[in-house]
């Protein structure tokens, strides 16, 4: 057992994926694009179009704007996940030699800030443009204060961030039909620490500062309106495949999911109220495996490949908006997130169906100007969820055995918004 060390590369590609584009509420998504679909849990938010923010969920609805307009601000996730009644085993040769148990552990979780800045510029009554920068994910999660994770293959240290930057345009083909589409750079960063002294065998510590990678997606659109009161977006998101390196130089392999949102506008006529709604695909089907390349020294040489298959997800929102005054705006939303997450679970990513509970304010200083408030009340479920890590003997490269560990996760959280836009 002295020369057996546990491949940890599957927990490393975690990691690193997160720090890619859409990273996502059910698999890895927490959508932060602007403070007003906070408020409403994102119901409706391809197609209402009530500041420049909505370019990010559908390029089209910026055919609806006919000054040149401006959105900035800020999401605060503050994410609270648990660990409870792990143990785990170590098989060897088929053979059980050692089994442990974990404390239950309930501070994982951090809090993170993203920014998001939006612009749309029309060109004249048909085109118009847009440039974006936000976050789809920022997060942390830490075990520094267990005893039983803080040097574990399954808990440790991850600090995540990904950026988003955007180049869109759209055209107003009719007076009710309008089309854009967009491109979309990508950088994700992240750091990641994992060890695992607590199995007691001699295993190599995993220790990735700023593990990094590019890549470059579109999107596209289109919105058809019924009239002044009445209108749905439907909208297609492009992911990429990525390959990223960490810190040893070691090439990662990484499939994405695309995403498609259809999304509709109802003002009820003769009242103050309106409501909006939205259903969201994630293929997350297509993350499926990781593959790694040119693995170094002090793990497997060559190719290795961890499987996840996991399964398609979606949302399903539905919101209301409450016109008080014409300077006070109230809204609230409701959405439910299904699970990526099949038959294969994970402690590293904590995934369950999710409900979010959502509300949010605006308030226009003048007609121009205007300031908005949401915030969001992401309430997961318990999780039963089993992980294991292969043993392999460094001198043959074969898997001689595993480490496997069984638990039950929980990830909760509440993101807050605010933002500031400005028409000109």
Known sequence: MKKTRILKRSLLAVAVLATTSQVHAAGFQLNAQSATGIGRAFAGDAVIADNASSMARNPATMALFDKTSLSLGFETIITDISVKNGSGSTVVGGNTIATNDYQDYDDVGGTAVAPNIHLIVPINDRFAVGVNAYSNFGTSTDFSGSQDYSNSLYGGETDIKSFNFGLSGSYRLTEQWSFGAGLDVIYGQGTFRRGGNEFQLPIQTVDVEDADGWAVGFNLGTVFELDQN??????????????????????????????????????????????????QWIGWGAFDEIDFHNLNAGYVQGEYNKQYQWQDGWHFAIGGTWYVTDKVELRTGYMHDTSAQNDLTSISVPDSDRNWLSAGASYHFTADSTLDFGITYLIGADQSVTESAPLVDPASGQVIGSHNISATTRADAILVGLQYSQSF
């Open 230 to 279: 009445n209108r749905w977006g439907l909208s297609y998101r492009y992911t990429p495949d990525i390959t990223v390196k960490d810190d040893r130089g070691q090439e990662i392999d990484l499939p994405l999911p695309d995403m498609a949102e259809f999304s509709g506008y109802h003002h009820i006529n003769n009242t103050d109220f309106a409501v909006h709604y939205s259903v």
